[in-house]
C-alpha cells in the first residue's frame, strides 16, 4: 500500500494487491455486466432508435455516436460510445472554451457549453446521451459500476493519488454520479471514486444501479 502523505486534505491510501485479489467479486460483477448489458441493450432498443432519429433529423450530416479514447483499468485505452450530444466539431472548439471551464483539476465542465446541440441539452439532462456505454460494458471495457473513465491528456496531469482511480474498472455510474456530480471539483470526485472502490461490493453496486435510474427520472444536475 503506497503513502501520499500531503496532496490532498482528506487522505484514501488503497491498498492495490488486495484490489487486484478480489477474484470472488470481480467474476460476479463481470456476469452481472453481462446479464444486466445486454438486457439493457434488448430492452432500451426501441429508445435507441429514436434517439438515433431525433440526432439524424437535427444534424442530418452529423453521426450519430460519438467515440472518443478514454482510459480504464490500468491505463488501457480503449473507445467509448456515446450518442453525439454537440456539434461535430466539438474537440476542435474545446481550446477556445477552456477558459471557461467551471470545474478545478484535471477535467473540464463548462454548464451552458455552446458547443452542445438542442437534442443534446435534452439527452444530457436525462443521462440518455450515455446509454451507448452499456455495448461497452458487454465488451469488457467498462462495468456498470465504477469510476468515470477519465481521457489520457486528464490523467497526464494526475499526481499518484489521483491514479488510484484506474485500479478498477471504469464505469457508467458510480458514486459520484449519484451525489453532487457538476456540483464538485475535481478533488472532491477523485475522493468520492476512491471512497467507491474502498467500499464497493456487489450490494453497494446494485444500490448505485438503483440511484441512477432515479436521477435519469429526476435529474441531479447533469449538463
Known amino acids: 500500500m503506497e503513502n501520499f502523505e500531503g496532496e490532498h486534505g482528506h487522505l484514501i491510501q488503497l491498498d492495490k494487491t488486495e484490489i487486484d485479489h478480489r477474484y470472488v467479486y470481480r467474476v460476479t460483477k463481470r456476469m ?3 446479464l444486466f448489458s445486454v438486457g439493457g441493450i434488448i430492452v432500451l432498443s426501441p429508445l435507441f432508435v ?14 450519430i455516436l460519438y467515440k472518443q479514447e478514454r482510459l480504464g483499468r490500468r491505463g488501457r485505452k480503449f473507445l467509448i460510445y456515446k450518442f453525439r450530444s454537440m456539434c461535430m466539431d466539438a474537440d476542435q472548439k474545446l481550446a477556445q472554451l477552456k477558459k471557461y471551464n467551471e470545474v478545478g483539476g484535471a477535467m473540464f465542465k463548462m454548464k451552458h457549453d455552446p458547443r452542445v446541440t438542442r437534442v443534446g441539452r435534452l439527452i444530457r439532462k436525462f443521462s440518455l446521451d450515455e446509454l451507448p456505454q452499456l455495448f461497452n460494458v458487454l465488451r469488457g471495457e467498462m462495468s456498470l459500476v465504477g469510476p468515470r473513465p477519465p481521457l ?12 488510484q482511480r484506474l485500479y478498477v474498472i471504469p464505469g457508467c455510474t458510480g458514486l459520484w454520479q449519484v451525489s453532487a456530480r457538476n456540483e464538485v ?5 477523485v475522493e468520492l471514486d476512491l471512497k467507491y ?8 453496486d446494485f444500490t448505485l444501479i438503483l440511484k441512477t435510474v432515479k436521477i435519469m427520472v429526476l435529474p441531479n444536475g447533469a449538463y
Open 197 to 204: 472502490i474502498q467500499k464497493s461490493n456487489l450490494l453497494y
Open 152 to 163: 489520457p491528456h486528464e490523467v497526464e496531469q494526475y499526481s499518484e493519488y489521483d491514479k
Open 50 to 63: 429514436l434517439l438515433a432519429v431525433a440526432i439524424k433529423l437535427e444534424e442530418p450530416s452529423g453521426t
Open 185 to 189: 471539483g475535481f478533488e472532491e470526485m
Open 32 to 34: 452481472a455486466d453481462i
